[in-house]
């Protein structure tokens, strides 16, 4: 009996307008997304489709997930990229190449990360849809593969401005997807009235008629579910619709939808059944991949008569997804397997051995060796947990214990690369109990102990190492060196300088400098972890003997290393050759679409900049990391990041300070990142001083300096708290902690032979001395920053000079106008507001006129982002350059430059590149001399 055809959907009046808003919405160019949610049957697909038929100039594409045991990592993406195919060559290169490798398309290109790929394909559909509006629609999206259902939620996260939108089926309580977690708005589908369903059965019954008394049964037997409706319509004959034949004693609805649809296929005869099975199996429900692999492909046929699947644009469709799930799971084992077999004889390389392991009930070294080859291809695609749960197949059918180990362990680093962190567990303690080989524990150990760092267990992650380590002893100086060094990072991320330091000395024990390079080992962590712990003279002795590689455009994984480098020579004041080497970092990872390493590395280059008086564009990096950091869901990296803007805004005296600090310890505290509660605390500690608001300023140092005195920070500039300590001990009256502080200082400043703690002690002597003795102290402190010019630290030196000389009894007011107008310059350029008005009241004290501080439009006044899409130009970038090297739309970039040309009165990119190059790049130029 054939169904009725209908006109709309019953009972989903509001939905469909919903979803005709959201179309709508891609029309006038301010797209969205949305994502329908419902139990199985409940017509999340019919809402799907019926919006797709309803649309007006759109242009559609659909991609539809496939229940499967075989996954192929980044198929759902690729199926996208492949419609806009031709688009590709007006992305960046580098885009075009990530995209391309992951449909398998041209070369193999170096891999990109996932975000930077998920970016790759935002710029691809919002190019696209600058020619005509464009509707994605996703059906049973918690069935694609996890790298396609993570590229199209990023998308859809990010199609407000733009003339596109995303709509997504996924089933209630799938454990793929958490459509609650989605960060999308979610349309939950109800069950149908009891009206909607009695319209349902009179429109599905029209030309042959339901009697009332069957209706009404039938209506609460499929309790709401129009699939179930459907289905026990179609299982009874006219006359048991029509109540001349009495129905089943008990009806099958809306809870028991597989087993009416299993009756279905159980009238079939075997060769349709085994079709059906086979077409169930497929990856990708390929037609002519199905065909080939049947016996008959009439059989396929006769299910299309069915009513069970249709045959139509070259894909086997299954009516519903239930049908497909149910057949499978009535199959026997031995009828899978032959199945499998039969889909694998036929199949394309890269599918073939996915198939074969699917089938494959014992160990076969063949088979685990194309699964880990496979595996390697997902990776290089970007689909870590594809190629992680691969290699854990693999690892099932390799016969030798020490094989079975090794691949464990591959599958959990991509477990780990993929968030994956619960995967891990298990995984390496099944390779730990695999093989009974000490540096195969070890390397089980280890890679344990890195999810563990990574996922915040800090203290977990200490033991782990330290039982890697046991394992080894002495027999492996390479294994041991390795461990070490991952220590001293985590002792580094865990705020404790100390065991750092003693771990960066072990991993020297083991191999030297020459040995670890030679091993593409990251050595920059020993002398990073010496330099922390105050051993600045040690530290750079092994940088300067150490051979840098300068060309990270050519080995990405070198990347983090020279990050620390860059930190480590800002730490020891050589601000010149950091910027240098972070640039070329943050330049090589743009380039190579690797964001990765971007949050630490922009949080870095904020931290220069702020020292170097570059205020402007430490904001702006250090916000860009924040964002970055957050989308990459890298918890420490983005706390890191917040503590830096934190700072500039604090010295601006922007009240965002506070929440930026209490927001970067409240992530340190859940990543494991103890030391962001110095960070956050500093921070506070300088707002207030900068405020005179002293007694608070205290409150904040005196909690730091109990966790310093715990932790024995021994780099003066990693948190620069101190000297702040000693001036807000001195203004509030307890002049024996200042000295006592000011002593540890001092030794500080002795022990590194740095000279901004040796400009600060000074001045701090300065404040404790009284009258002319002061000027001694002032004048060293003068010398001392004319070695390393940090600007900020100047005028501050000069402004408690100025004060010094007007609180005397011999007033020396002409004198300290001079001072306190050089402060006053320095101020007003980094718009350090707070600083200003202390300078500004001392000038007044002093009896000069203070003029109105001139403001003018600049740098300063855009956002993060405009002022990053402004430097990019620039440097000369196109927009889709620009776009794909600060991970945003084309679109985007477009909407940032219309801004910056209001804001700053300019009309063209010349004149912008003019503004910037004025403006932006002499503060680039001083840090370079230092």
Same mark, same amino acid.
């Given at each position: 009996?054939?169904?009725?055809?209908?006109?709309?959907?019953?009972?989903?009046?509001?939905?469909?307008?919903?979803?005709?808003?959201?179309?709508?919405?891609?029309?006038?160019?301010?797209?969205?997304?949305?994502?329908?949610?419902?139990?199985?049957?409940?017509?999340?697909?019919?809402?799907?489709?019926?919006?797709?038929?309803? @649309?007006?100039?759109?242009?559609?594409?659909?991609?539809?997930?496939?229940?499967?045991?075989?996954?192929?990592?980044?198929?759902?993406?690729?199926?996208?990229?492949?419609?806009?195919?031709?688009?590709?060559?007006?992305?960046?290169?580098?885009?075009?190449?990530?995209?391309?490798?992951?449909?398998?398309?041209?070369?193999?290109?170096?891999?990109?990360?996932?975000?930077?790929?998920?970016?790759?394909?935002?710029?691809?559909?919002?190019?696209?849809?600058?020619?005509?509006?464009?509707?994605?629609?996703?059906?049973?999206?918690?069935?694609?593969?996890?790298?396609?259902?993570?590229?199209?939620?990023?998308?859809?996260?990010?199609?407000?401005?733009?003339?596109?939108?995303?709509?997504?089926?996924?089933?209630?309580?799938?454990?793929?997807?958490?459509?609650?977690?989605?960060?999308?708005?979610?349309?939950?589908?109800?069950?149908?009235?009891?009206?909607?369903?009695?319209?349902?059965?009179?429109?599905?019954?029209?030309?042959?008629?339901?009697?009332?008394?069957?209706?009404?049964?039938?209506?609460?037997?499929?309790?709401?579910?129009?699939?179930?409706?459907?289905?026990?319509?179609?299982?009874?004959?006219?006359?048991?619709?029509? =109540?001349?034949?009495?129905?089943?004693?008990?009806?099958?609805?809306?809870?028991?939808?597989?087993?009416?649809?299993?009756?279905?296929?159980?009238?079939?005869?075997?060769?349709?059944?085994?079709?059906?099975?086979?077409?169930?199996?497929?990856?990708?429900?390929?037609?002519?991949?199905?065909?080939?692999?049947?016996?008959?492909?009439?059989?396929?046929?006769?299910?299309?008569?069915?009513?069970?699947?249709?045959?139509?644009?070259?894909?086997?469709?299954?009516?519903?997804?239930?049908?497909? @799930?149910?057949?499978?799971?009535?199959?026997?084992?031995?009828?899978?397997?032959?199945?499998?077999?039969?889909?694998?004889?036929?199949?394309?390389?890269?599918?073939?051995?996915?198939?074969?392991?699917?089938?494959?009930?014992?160990?076969?070294?063949?088979?685990?060796?194309?699964?880990?080859?496979?595996? =390697?291809?997902?990776?290089?695609?970007?689909?870590?947990?594809?190629?992680?749960?691969?290699?854990?197949?693999?690892?099932?059918?390799?016969?030798?214990?020490?094989?079975?180990?090794?691949?464990?362990?591959?599958?959990?680093?991509?477990?780990?690369?993929?968030?994956?962190?619960?995967?891990?567990?298990?995984?390496?303690?099944?390779?730990?109990?695999?093989?009974?080989?000490?540096?195969?524990?070890?390397?089980?150990?280890?890679?344990?102990?890195?999810?563990?760092?990574?996922?915040?267990?800090?203290?977990?992650?200490?033991?782990?190492?330290?039982?890697?380590?046991?394992?080894?002893?002495?027999?492996?100086?390479?294994?041991?060196?390795?461990?070490?060094?991952?220590?001293?990072?985590?002792?580094?991320?865990?705020?404790?300088?100390?065991?750092?330091?003693?771990?960066?000395?072990?991993?020297?024990?083991?191999?030297?400098?020459?040995?670890?390079?030679?091993?593409?080992?990251?050595?920059?962590?020993?002398?990073?972890?010496?330099?922390?712990?105050?051993?600045?003279?040690?530290?750079?002795?092994?940088?300067?003997?150490?051979?840098?590689?300068?060309?990270?455009?050519?080995?990405?994984?070198?990347?983090?290393?020279?990050?620390?480098?860059?930190? @480590?020579?800002?730490?020891?004041?050589?601000?010149?050759?950091?910027?240098?080497?972070?640039?070329?970092?943050?330049?090589?990872?743009?380039?190579?679409?690797?964001?990765?390493?971007?949050?630490?590395?922009?949080?870095?280059?904020?931290?220069?900049?702020?020292?170097?008086?570059?205020?402007?564009?430490?904001?702006?990096?250090?916000?860009?990391?924040?964002?970055?950091?957050?989308?990459?869901?890298?918890?420490?990296?983005?706390?890191?990041?917040?503590?830096?803007?934190?700072?500039?805004?604090?010295?601006?005296?922007?009240?965002?300070?506070?929440?930026?600090?209490?927001?970067?310890?409240?992530?340190?505290?859940?990543?494991?990142?103890?030391?962001?509660?110095?960070?956050?605390?500093?921070?506070?500690?300088?707002?207030?001083?900068?405020?005179?608001?002293?007694?608070?300023?205290?409150?904040?140092?005196?909690?730091?300096?109990?966790?310093?005195?715990?932790?024995?920070?021994?780099?003066?500039?990693?948190?620069?708290?101190?000297?702040?300590?000693?001036?807000?001990?001195?203004?509030?009256?307890?002049?024996?902690?200042?000295?006592?502080?000011?002593?540890?200082?001092?030794?500080?400043?002795?022990?590194?032979?740095?000279?901004?703690?040796?400009?600060?002690?000074?001045?701090?002597?300065?404040?404790?001395?009284?009258?002319?003795?002061?000027?001694?102290?002032?004048?060293?402190?003068?010398?001392?920053?004319?070695?390393?010019?940090?600007?900020?630290?100047?005028?501050?030196?000069?402004?408690?000079?100025?004060?010094?000389?007007?609180?005397?009894?011999?007033?020396?007011?002409?004198?300290?106008?001079?001072?306190?107008?050089?402060?006053?310059?320095?101020?007003?350029?980094?718009?350090?507001?707070?600083?200003?008005?202390?300078?500004?009241?001392?000038?007044?004290?002093?009896?000069?006129?203070?003029?109105?501080?001139?403001?003018?439009?600049?740098?300063?006044?855009?956002?993060?982002?405009?002022?990053?899409?402004?430097?990019?130009?620039?440097?000369?970038?196109?927009?889709?350059?620009?776009?794909?090297?600060?991970?945003?739309?084309?679109?985007?970039?477009?909407?940032?430059?219309?801004?910056?040309?209001?804001?700053?009165?300019?009309?063209?990119?010349?004149?912008?590149?003019?503004?910037?190059?004025?403006?932006?790049?002499?503060?680039?130029?001083?840090?370079?001399?230092?």
């Amino acid at each position: 009996m054939g169904r009725q055809v209908m006109e709309g959907l019953v009972g989903r009046t509001a939905e469909c307008a919903r979803v005709a808003g959201l179309m709508e919405d891609a029309r006038l160019a301010r797209g969205g997304a949305l994502v329908i949610s419902g139990e199985p049957g409940i017509g999340k697909t019919a809402l799907l489709l019926d919006a797709v038929g309803r @649309s007006q100039g759109h242009r559609v594409v659909v991609i539809k997930g496939v229940e499967s045991e075989v996954e192929l990592a980044g198929s759902g993406l690729g199926e996208l990229i492949g419609v806009f195919a031709d688009e590709l060559g007006r992305l960046p290169e580098s885009q075009a190449n990530a995209l391309r490798a992951v449909r398998g398309a041209g070369g193999r290109p170096a891999a990109a990360s996932p975000y930077a790929i998920f970016a790759a394909v935002h710029g691809l559909v919002t190019l696209a849809a600058e020619e005509r509006p464009l509707i994605i629609a996703v059906d049973d999206a918690h069935w694609l593969d996890p790298m396609s259902r993570d590229g199209l939620l990023f998308v859809g996260r990010r199609l407000t401005e733009h003339a596109a939108s995303l709509l997504m089926t996924v089933r209630t309580h799938e454990p793929a997807l958490d459509h609650r977690a989605t960060g999308l708005p979610v349309l939950e589908l109800p069950r149908l009235s009891t009206t909607d369903s009695h319209a349902l059965l009179a429109a599905l019954t029209a030309e042959i008629g339901i009697e009332p008394r069957v209706a009404a049964e039938l209506a609460a037997a499929a309790d709401g579910n129009p699939l179930a409706v459907r289905e026990l319509v179609a299982s009874l004959s006219a006359g048991q619709l029509r =109540g001349h034949v009495a129905l089943p004693e008990t009806l099958a609805g809306g809870r028991a939808l597989r087993g009416l649809m299993s009756s279905r296929v159980a009238r079939l005869d075997a060769d349709t059944g085994e079709a059906l099975l086979i077409a169930a199996l497929s990856v990708d429900a390929d037609l002519a991949a199905v065909t080939r692999a049947v016996r008959t492909p009439e059989s396929l046929e006769h299910a299309a008569a069915a009513g069970l699947i249709s045959l139509t644009g070259g894909r086997v469709e299954f009516s519903h997804p239930l049908l497909r @799930s149910a057949i499978s799971d009535a199959a026997s084992a031995r009828a899978r397997s032959r199945a499998y077999d039969a889909l694998a004889a036929t199949a394309a390389d890269e599918v073939r051995v996915l198939y074969q392991a699917a089938s494959a009930r014992t160990p076969d070294e063949a088979i685990a060796g194309g699964l880990e080859h496979a595996a =390697g291809r997902a990776r290089h695609a970007g689909g870590h947990l594809t190629a992680a749960r691969t290699l854990r197949r693999a690892a099932e059918l390799t016969g030798s214990a020490k094989g079975r180990a090794r691949r464990l362990l591959l599958a959990a680093a991509d477990a780990r690369a993929a968030g994956r962190l619960d995967l891990v567990e298990g995984w390496v303690r099944d390779a730990y109990a695999a093989t009974d080989v000490a540096a195969v524990r070890a390397d089980a150990r280890t890679e344990y102990a890195r999810a563990a760092m990574w996922s915040g267990q800090i203290n977990k992650a200490r033991a782990v190492f330290a039982d890697a380590l046991r394992h080894i002893g002495e027999s492996d100086p390479g294994r041991a060196a390795e461990i070490h060094l991952e220590l001293a990072l985590l002792e580094t991320m865990g705020g404790r300088p100390p065991d750092a330091a003693v771990a960066a000395v072990n991993a020297l024990k083991h191999l030297s400098v020459e040995e670890m390079r030679s091993r593409r080992l990251p050595w920059p962590l020993a002398p990073h972890a010496m330099i922390l712990n105050g051993d600045v003279a040690g530290g750079l002795e092994l940088l300067d003997r150490g051979v840098l590689d300068l060309t990270p455009r050519a080995n990405p994984h070198a990347l983090p290393a020279l990050c620390h480098t860059a930190q @480590s020579f800002t730490w020891c004041e050589r601000f010149g050759p950091a910027i240098e080497l972070i640039d070329q970092v943050i330049e090589a990872a743009r380039s190579a679409s690797a964001p990765l390493i971007l949050p630490d590395a922009l949080a870095g280059r904020s931290e220069i900049a702020h020292w170097t008086g570059s205020w402007t564009i430490a904001a702006a990096d250090a916000a860009e990391a924040v964002r970055l950091g957050r989308e990459l869901d890298q918890l420490g990296a983005e706390a890191f990041a917040m503590t830096r803007l934190g700072n500039v805004q604090a010295d601006r005296g922007d009240e965002a300070a506070l929440a930026m600090a209490g927001a970067a310890e409240e992530l340190g505290t859940r990543g494991g990142v103890d030391c962001m509660t110095a960070y956050a605390d500093a921070i506070r500690g300088r707002f207030e001083l900068g405020r005179s608001n002293f007694r608070a300023a205290a409150r904040a140092l005196d909690r730091l300096a109990a966790q310093v005195d715990e932790i024995s920070l021994g780099s003066p500039l990693t948190v620069p708290w101190a000297a702040d300590y000693v001036e807000v001990l001195i203004r509030t009256g307890r002049r024996d902690d200042a000295l006592r502080r000011h002593a540890d200082l001092e030794g500080q400043a002795d022990r590194t032979g740095l000279s901004w703690p040796a400009a600060a002690a000074a001045r701090c002597r300065g404040l404790l001395a009284s009258g002319d003795a002061a000027d001694e102290h002032f004048e060293e402190a003068m010398s001392r920053h004319a070695r390393v010019d940090v600007p900020f630290e100047r005028a501050r030196t000069l402004l408690c000079w100025g004060n010094s000389l007007l609180s005397r009894r011999a007033r020396q007011p002409a004198r300290a106008g001079e001072l306190l107008a050089d402060a006053l310059r320095t101020f007003e350029r980094l718009r350090a507001t707070p600083w200003i008005r202390q300078a500004q009241a001392a000038l007044t004290a002093a009896g000069v006129a203070v003029p109105a501080t001139a403001r003018t439009s600049g740098l300063d006044d855009l956002t993060a982002q405009e002022l990053q899409v402004s430097l990019a130009v620039a440097r000369g970038l196109s927009n889709p350059e620009v776009g794909a090297a600060l991970f945003i739309s084309r679109k985007t970039v477009e909407r940032h430059l219309s801004a910056v040309y209001r804001k700053l009165g300019l009309r063209s990119r010349t004149e912008l590149t003019a503004h910037v190059t004025r403006n932006g790049r002499a503060d680039r130029e001083a840090v370079a001399s230092s």
